[in-house]
């Protein structure tokens, strides 16, 4: 079993054009589901919640305002682990996630956006890490997302969410 603690870099991509980079975090459990394969495979599944999102700028007629998006998912990701080595594995699989908050923070107030947001988000998450020999790990993941995020009826352009996560893992080893 992992647990990870992730530093992320997230963003919104797609047809919108004001959105930028905006920090965030994750953390979360992963497993490794029994499989006897040949081939140097494992097989994972777990959860993480994430803060994920973007900044953004906009002029409505007054003036440039600046703001951020955080949305709140549950994800759950299910990966498929290669190992090049003993201490070296590549990874890539697919991530339902589930949104849990949407906010938009701008000019001193926050507003709630979970109706301009879908519920559901799927991404593929491709990583590789590196695993050091005292049960500590450092991975990088990205997990481009392939739905569009925007539920408005007004919003006839598509958005995609987009996270680079650093992750500190920790692995517990079978006895």
């Given at each position: 079993m992992d647990v990870n603690l992730a530093g992320v870099h997230s963003r919104i991509v797609g047809e919108s054009d004001s959105w930028s980079g905006a920090w965030g975090f994750q953390g979360g459990v992963e497993?490794?589901?029994?499989?006897?394969?040949?081939?140097?495979?494992?097989?994972?599944?777990?959860?993480?919640?994430?803060?994920?999102?973007?900044?953004?700028?906009?002029?409505?007629?007054?003036?440039l305002f600046e703001g951020t998006t955080r949305l709140w998912y549950l994800n759950l990701p299910l990966t498929t682990r290669y190992y090049f080595s003993n201490n070296v594995y590549g990874e890539i699989g697919l991530q339902p996630g589930f949104l849990l908050s949407a906010k938009e923070n701008?000019?001193?107030?926050?507003?709630?956006?979970?109706?301009?947001?879908?519920?559901?988000?799927?991404?593929?998450?491709?990583?590789?890490?590196?695993?050091?020999?005292?049960?500590?790990?450092l991975g990088l993941r990205i997990v481009p997302g392939v739905l569009n995020i925007n539920e408005s009826e007004w919003a006839d352009y598509k958005d995609r969410n987009f996270t680079v996560a650093l992750r500190g893992i920790y692995t517990f080893k079978k006895k």
């Open positions: 497993a490794e589901v029994p499989f006897t394969c040949k081939l140097p495979l494992t097989y994972w599944g777990g959860f993480n919640i994430s803060m994920q999102g973007a900044g953004w700028e906009d002029d409505w007629g007054e003036g701008y000019d001193g107030e926050s507003y709630d956006l979970k109706d301009y947001v879908k519920t559901f988000d799927l991404g593929i998450p491709l990583g590789v890490t590196y695993a050091f020999p005292n049960n500590f790990g």
